[in-house]
């Protein structure tokens, strides 16, 4: 096992009386600096070459940090959702980012397949090595250290709640932490609009979260829930989490919170563990921005919208904040598309 430093692993908090956290600086870290040290010692990145990725998030952060590091070159594709802040922050550790731009994305299955296009252009012309965070298996493989780490901390959970994006922190924990607690049971937290659970593939205004592609690092057998997290109730929930905890995380935390709080509360004797993937410094001028928030009409004015809503198919109520127990139809169909 590669090892990690301290401050790539979480801290643990007791947030409730059953209801615990695990946040992170930037748990990216984690698959970034296992992808490259693994595919060094395998020979698959050489001296000379550079790494190449697609993001517009964490996952670029994360490269760029472990490859000033280790003064390896890298290159990230991405889109115009990244701020000009996240993109200086980048830049100032060494690495280039390529913008894909163009007019009508949706036309294109939205950013995500044009990034991907991108990066094979790149293969094809240059002395590149790509981590390919969806699809390489290393990825999942990077959190057994952190599964290892929760089951030395804990001696009972019942539910793990974190967002799925690749799929690679989520999938690995759950392949890694059943053996070790049976009954426990994954909740996997996406957003509208995404087709990892089920729903149509869409325009996604929460970050961080979702996907328009199957990964292969994203297996539907290893989840027993799914929640649909609207932005305006990741958002508030990010603010809920600061003012209530002190913890300043991003909103994919906010999005895990929001289902993790509601479902400590509905299940007193249950052991309840969120997973808060980042910090929130990146989304000050936005989430932590009342202005942003009532400019952008993410403010929760109505009670009843604090509550999901449970939903028997996966298109039922799409936009709203909804959840579903996940049957085996549901991971059959998804397995059928997956092949």
Known sequence: MVPFKNWELPKFDLLKDNLYSASFFLMKLMPARYIIETSLKSGELREGMTIIETTSGTFGLALAMICAEMKIPLKLVSDPAITPEFKRRIELLGAEIYIISVDNPEKYGGYQPLRLKKIKEFLEQGNYFWPN????????????KLAEYISDSFSKIDYIVGPVGSGGSMNGLAIYLKNYFP?????????PNSILFGQRNGKRELRGLGNSILPANHNIDNFDLVTWVPPQQAYYYTRELYREHGLFMGPTSGAAYSFGQWLAQENKNCKVLCIFPDEGYRYFDTV??????????????????????????SMENIGSWTYKYLTKEDKNESNYFKK
């Open 183 to 191: 009954c426990l049971k994954f909740v996997g937290v996406d957003t």
């Open 288 to 313: 932590y921005n009342d202005e942003w928030i009532m400019n952008n009409k993410y403010n929760i004015i109505d009670s009843r919208d604090l509550v999901p809503k449970e939903v028997y198919e």
């Open 133 to 144: 965070q969806y699809d390489n298996l290393n990825n999942q493989r990077s959190y057994f």
